[in-house]
């Protein structure tokens, strides 16, 4: 059977096909329409559908509209409370119309379609969808925390051959993920866009005020919580977002930072009570949080943590076709990656970079090649194979850079037009990752988990370790990126380092590249020595003095 799943109603556009229980594919709307988050997180956005992302994805699979089984779009608008606390004075009534009128809006945006088979997927039921039935266990608990959904902000649960038992909900206007969304915007940042920057920020201050924020910020003992209201005001002036910060305000954010990871810690002690399960899988907008989710690991009660690679509100596309699947019937297969988007043949690329007139190389070892240039300490813009889905580059759509030199960091921070104190990730041979880092998940494919870096080896590798010492580790597997796995190799070879950095291929306030045309206007705007295009090599110098 065929299911199609839409997330359109808050942000993050996006769609994802699964087909006899198997994940196909999954892109966000953003990637099409180079809108960053795909649109603006109001009300009045909700009719926004992710129509290019559908579209492709049917494409991918072969069908049409009309062959699919059933469409689940994940928000249950008969699930709204008007005039609950927390949710948008003014205008909820409006998302919940368009929300209400989603089948006709899809039947016209997908020509074909029934509109009779769209099925409404409770938000946080889509949410744990994507983390139960698509992490590679037939049994976890399930926890689930965002800013909001229908008329909650969290679920407490467990999975057990592919069936959901709910233990847990809070209800509005308390939401650990609405809280870390005021900050972000007290900071100066964007909110439901920036929180990883008050994430970033809180490992340059100290958590003065955590006792202040334990009695406002806490959870009640019946698997809930409570969010009182904050006048961030009082510990900290409002930022500007300009860049610049204050000690203050890194004091804040690793207060707010330190509550957060208590209060899931105490939510996932009272969830491994109650089920005793070994496995924890985690969806929303939170377990984006990798320093929240070491913690969780580290110190709470389960053995294992998984995180939905793409847990944000995208993921809930993922989540509502697998919930449909298994409303139907049908038994679901774990996510086989986060590679599920778009990809080019070899002879698709050449004829881009033929129409583009841009000078290119087929190099004979284009691993070795690419090593050679990482070496000399040239930035590298790595394209290849299938895009990924979800918020972090994992090798498909990098810009890949030499870490043993201190001033990379600042330098990718300023080829992205980023904030300086942002840091920038390594990637690693999975066998050799347990060399370089510590007390952190290994392996860890979907760079969701911070690890220490070893002592030995943080002043080998200052580009990827942040001020507290960590680094944001994505392993890589041999089997399944043999390319990448030969890469490092390679560089190793040349330099004695088994790391490369690793960052998204994009500059700030535009979506990760996805297609040879973005690739070519990133290179082409942003100061970036060398373009990998599938097996082909551009070299700037080349470009431009052509």
């Known amino acids: 059977m065929r299911f199609l799943g839409i997330n359109a109603i808050f942000h993050d556009p996006a769609a994802a096909l699964v087909v006899d229980g198997e994940v196909v594919a999954a892109a966000e709307e953003e990637r099409f329409s180079r809108r960053k988050h795909g649109k603006r997180p109001v009300a009045f956005s909700a009719w926004e559908l992710p129509e290019r992302a559908a579209a492709w994805c049917l494409k991918r699979a072969g069908l049409r509209a009309e062959d699919l089984d059933g469409v689940a779009y994940s928000y249950d608008p008969e699930l709204v409370r008007e005039g609950t606390a927390g949710l948008d004075a003014g205008w909820e009534e409006l998302r919940t119309t368009y929300a209400r009128r989603a089948p006709a809006f899809l039947a016209t945006a997908l020509p074909g379609l029934d509109g009779a088979r769209v099925t409404f997927v409770p938000h946080h039921v889509a949410h744990a969808a994507s983390a139960g039935l698509a992490a590679p266990y037939r049994r976890s608990a399930v926890l689930v925390c965002d800013g909001r959904g229908e008329a909650v902000s969290h679920l407490a649960g467990v999975y057990r051959d592919g069936d959901l038992s709910v233990l847990a909900a809070q209800e509005l206007p308390h939401s650990l993920g609405l809280m870390y969304e005021e900050v972000t915007a007290h900071l100066g940042f964007q909110r439901s866009s920036d929180e990883y920057k008050v994430m970033a920020l809180a490992a340059y201050g100290e958590p003065r005020h955590l006792g202040e924020l334990r009695e406002l910020i806490h959870t009640t003992?019946?698997?809930?919580?409570?969010?009182?209201?904050?006048?961030?005001?009082?510990?900290?002036?409002?930022?500007?977002?300009?860049?610049?910060?204050?000690?203050?305000?890194?004091?804040?954010?690793?207060?707010v930072q330190r509550r957060l990871e208590e209060v899931l810690l105490e939510l996932a002690g009272w969830l491994h009570e109650r089920t005793g399960e070994r496995c924890l899988t985690m969806a929303g907008g939170v377990a984006l949080n990798c320093v929240a989710n070491t913690r969780l690991l580290r110190e709470g009660p389960f053995e294992h943590v998984w995180a939905q690679p793409a847990a944000g509100d995208a993921g809930t596309a993922l989540g509502g076709a697998l919930h449909l699947a298994r409303l139907h019937g049908e038994p679901v297969a774990p996510m086989p990656g986060a590679d599920l988007g778009r990809e080019w043949t070899d002879e698709e690329l050449a004829a881009w970079l033929t129409t583009a007139g841009v000078p290119h190389r087929r190099p004979a070892d284009l691993a070795a090649a690419v090593a050679a240039e990482l070496a000399a300490d040239r930035v590298v813009a790595w394209f290849q194979g299938r895009s990924e889905y979800g918020p972090?580059?994992?090798?498909?759509?990098?810009?890949?850079?030499?870490?043993?030199?201190?001033?990379?960091?600042?330098?990718?921070?300023?080829?992205?037009?980023?904030?300086?104190?942002?840091?920038?990730a390594p990637?690693?041979?999975?066998?050799?990752?347990?060399?370089?880092?510590?007390?952190?998940?290994?392996?860890?494919?979907?760079?969701?988990?911070?690890?220490?870096?070893?002592?030995?080896?943080?002043?080998?590798?200052?580009?990827?370790?942040?001020?507290?010492?960590?680094?944001?580790?994505?392993?890589?597997?041999?089997?399944?990126?043999?390319?990448?796995?030969?890469?490092?190799?390679?560089?190793?070879?040349?330099?004695?380092?088994?790391?490369?950095?690793?960052?998204?291929?994009?500059?700030?306030?535009?979506?990760?590249?996805?297609d040879p045309r973005d690739a070519l206007e990133c290179f082409g705007s942003a100061p970036v020595d060398v373009l990998v295009l599938g097996p082909y090599l551009v070299r700037r110098g080349e470009v431009y003095s052509a």
Do not use: C, I
């Not at 209201?229 to 500007?240: E, I, L, M, N, R």
């Not at 050799?432 to 002592?455: C, K």
């Open 392 to 424: 972090r580059a994992l090798g498909h759509r990098s810009l890949l850079a030499h870490p043993g030199r201190a001033a990379n960091s600042d330098r990718l921070n300023a080829v992205k037009g980023r904030e300086p104190f942002r840091p920038v």
């Open 427 to 514: 990637m690693v041979l999975a066998e050799r990752a347990g060399e370089v880092f510590e007390r952190g998940p290994l392996p860890s494919p979907y760079m969701l988990f911070v690890h220490d870096v070893r002592p030995e080896w943080r002043d080998r590798l200052p580009a990827v370790v942040h001020v507290d010492g960590t680094a944001r580790a994505q392993t890589v597997d041999r089997a399944s990126e043999p390319l990448l796995a030969r890469l490092l190799t390679e560089f190793e070879a040349r330099t004695g380092l088994p790391v490369l950095v690793n960052t998204s291929l994009n500059t700030a306030g535009r979506p990760m590249v996805d």
């Open 221 to 255: 003992g019946d698997g809930g919580f409570r969010v009182e209201p904050v006048d961030w005001s009082v510990y900290a002036k409002a930022g500007t977002g300009d860049g610049n910060w204050t000690a203050e305000q890194a004091d804040l954010a690793a207060s």
